[in-house]
């Protein structure tokens, strides 16, 4: 699944720079699928969703960080564990039961923004 901030998020930043995927980002800040991954112009996401990884996309929160769920790997197929959830001093960071994935699916989707 993936990781979702809080609302007790102090806004300190620490998450953001550890996240491999670029899937975290700034409150009110506008974010694009091709932000820190090789994805380019029109893709079909793992998910089915077809997308332009280039065009700037809607704040998930303007208030906190947030995490963009298809995005987010957990950090599979980079580090052990979630590298916001092992920064975060305010341990806000957490899984999201809303977006359950497999390590497979995590894994696919690690693969298909990063194939190198």
Known sequence: ??????D???????CEPECPNTAIYEGADDWRY???????????????KE???DESQEPVSDEIYFIVPDK???????????QCAA???VDC???????VETEEEL??????MHPD
């Open 1 to 6: 699944m993936a990781i979702i901030i809080t």
């Open 8 to 14: 007790e998020c102090i806004n300190c930043g620490a």
């Open 34 to 48: 091709s932000d820190g991954t090789l994805l380019k112009g029109k893709v079909k996401l793992p998910n089915g």
């Open 51 to 53: 997308v332009d990884a």
């Open 72 to 82: 987010c790997t957990e950090c599979k197929g980079f580090h052990d564990e979630p």
């Open 87 to 89: 920064v975060c001093p």
């Open 93 to 99: 960071c957490v899984p999201d039961d809303s977006h």
């Open 107 to 112: 894994l696919g989707k690690q693969r298909f």
